[in-house]
């Protein structure tokens, strides 16, 4: 390994041709890579008039004159809920099944495409009626049911933005994320389903709201859970009683390609979580230009389910905005994979005929772990294209996906992006690409990414480095909410020596002599459970806000099931050091960490500890605390301030 690369040790050599019928049949050609090279910028314009209906057409395509501020189809105007529904309505497709829903109790609700325009156009005018308009945001905190979907595509409708915050997050959370944004409307529910239970979400709105001033005016409830809410006269409402009261007739408006379309709150190296900023017009072309080819969609026919919830980035532009841009039928599923039993995904592919499958690595290895005797007792045969999503796919689990779930044919595409590129950006095109288990192959066409060294300049294949996108895209984030600075720094300040910005996403990748990427996971202090992005900084600063806490370090160690899981180590205050067992303090601190930011960054473990291993700059060495996590043996210990610490800290933990 030299200083400059990333090692990668990992040789794959198993390959999978598409079959010929696939291929013939494929909806993508490789005229696509062609065109693409020829003119990127052009290829993005005709994918915009293709894939895009305009309210007034754009005469320009990309102004990079102000990098890394990028405007893309600037000048033209569009109204991406009237893509998403009207359009396909007035080309004839009204009766079409938009959204299949299935709750986890078992009940079951199919939308048409005519349906679904109708709700969206309600819920717009009831929005309306709050004052929501283009300039306001709209915190949407739902469990997964349909009426979560209807208030994203109202609120944009309006040409207003919303900011969803996932209803696995607490109460602290959606409150810093309605701040931040000035959200003017909640939309939430009574509660939701998840393990054959209810879960309270107005509750949490309240708490978000309670004690100080809010920008939130109203709070819209959908009835789902049936729990009891308390409520605020005059701010809460029932979703039902305004839709109902709500005029039918909605007139879609043409907004600026650039209008903001939502904001989505993701963890980053340092500080507070970053409201990622999407704007309309290129984050709807791409989101339905991949959506199309990369899943080989064929929407007269197919049945596709992406697993997200839509709190995720993946969620976004894969359950709302690129299917139903594309007029694609989708199943959309409130609860967890294993409710009331191991099979419920499976019975739910089986049920709808699902043939498109996209899901995230951890859900596949949990599966694994259960054994393949459970999907083989349902009729999975519907199945022919299956995607992954959110870290690595390990060659195996890419292989047992394919043989169980896709019966030893199906091919599978690994997409790489982020919450900051929008859509995905690396992919195998499943009827062009010779698949490789563990790649996630070459840049969608019309996507620039080169693998740097730390110097700025591409290493080599074999050797990795780091992945930078090298030209701007049209889904890219526009921008972090509120904070033109941080944007820049974040992610345009790694190479400033280079002649053009480039984008660098933190991620390590190597390119092997055919020019396929392997991502080898995040090279700063982002975690990666389950497929989702958590902080280290943000778990430190919920335990370092707990009053037993002095200090604390939190590293990603590996874990089978999740990809990474939290591991913390934490110096108690003195004073607390004998007020409670390190197993008592361990337990306590979990829970609050659940509390502050949501189970899904509770800690697998908690080590109470004297020390942290600090270097002479007084940056916590993670990477020693990563080792003593994972059970390795603890490496260079040399550049600490005190090199004793390490002996103290695994001395203790024996
Ligand atoms: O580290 C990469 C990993 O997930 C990060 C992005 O996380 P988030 O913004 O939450 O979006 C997840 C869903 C798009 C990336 O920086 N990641 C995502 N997809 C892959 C991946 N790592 C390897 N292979 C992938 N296919």
Redesign the pocket.
Known sequence: MTSNSIDSLLHESRRFAPSDAFSAASEASRDLYTSAKEDRIEFWADKAREYVHWHKPFTETLDWSTPPFAKWFADGELNVAYNCLDRHVLAGNGDRTAIHWEGEPGDSRSITYAELTAEVKRAANAMAALGVGQGDVVAIYMPLVPEAVIAMLATVRLGAAHSVVFGGFSAESLRSRIDDASAKLVVTADGGWRKGKVFPLKAAVDAALANGESSVTNVLVVKRGDNDVEWTEGRDLWWHDQIEAAEPEHEAQGFPAENPLFVLY?SGTTGKPKGILHTSGGYLTQAAFTHKNVFDLKPETDVYWCTADVG???GHTYVTYGPLANGATQVLYEGTPDTPNQGRWWEIIQKFGVSIFYTAPTAIRSFMKAGRQIPEQYDLSSIRVLG??????NPEAWIWYRDVIGAGNTPIV???????TGAIMVSALPGLTTLKPGS?QVPIPGIKIDILGEDGTRVDPPNGGLLVVSEPWPAMLRGIWGDPERFKETYWSKFPNLDAPKYF???GAHVDEDGDIW?L??VDDVM?IS???LSTTEIESALVSNHIVAEAAVVGAADEATGQAVVAFVILKSNQEHAQTAAEASALLRLHVAKEIGAIARPREIFIVSELPKTRSGKIMRRLLQDVAEGREIGDTTTLADTTVMQIISDKLK
Do not use: C, K, M, Y
């Open positions: 993701t995720w980035i993946t992954s999503v959110g870290e690595p796919i690994d997409t790489w992006w982020q919450t900051e996630a996403a933190g991620d991502l996971g995040r990666n497929g989702h992005r």
